[in-house]
């Protein structure tokens, strides 16, 4: 059976995608977050690095099973390192990405496999401005 969802969680239509806000990341709130995807078992996650740090060690602190239907996660909205990275895919058994955009346009950059960040060409135009500055 589904579990109750309050505000704090928003579930898409068909039940497979779920936003989870960042402003609920007490511990209580983040084992209501681990109830909730073990219940509609999306298979990806678009979240902060800190929240999945942090969903992580509540995981690890209650001892609590690993989510099976997680299988790809994309990092967005702040700033992670590649240890971070590492950490949180050897952790979960995952594949995990970061993706550098601005909520208004989306995706800039997107990392590869390798761990270097490429520019989505169909998202970013850059156009050369030539100034002309006089030197004082």
């Known amino acids: 059976s589904k579990v109750e969802t309050p505000q704090k969680v928003k579930i898409s239509k068909d039940g497979k995608n779920l936003s989870l806000c960042s402003l609920f990341s007490a511990e209580k709130d983040i ?11 999306p298979a990806w ?27 790809y996660i994309e990092l967005v909205g702040e700033a992670v390192n590649n240890d971070e990275i590492n950490n949180i895919a050897s952790f979960l058994s995952v594949t995990v990405r970061n993706m550098y955009g601005m909520r208004e346009t989306g995706a800039i ?11 989505i060409d169909e998202n970013v135009h850059i156009n050369e401005i030539i100034v002309d500055v006089e030197l004082l």
Not at 31 to 41: M, Q, T, W
């Open 109 to 119: 950059a997107y990392q590869c496999s390798c761990g270097k960040m490429h520019f």
């Open 31 to 41: 084992l209501f977050y681990y109830n909730v995807i073990l219940s509609y078992e």
């Open 45 to 71: 996650m678009f979240v902060a690095p800190s929240i999945i740090i942090k969903f992580i060690d509540v995981m690890k602190k209650h001892n609590l099973p690993k989510i099976k239907s997680i299988k």
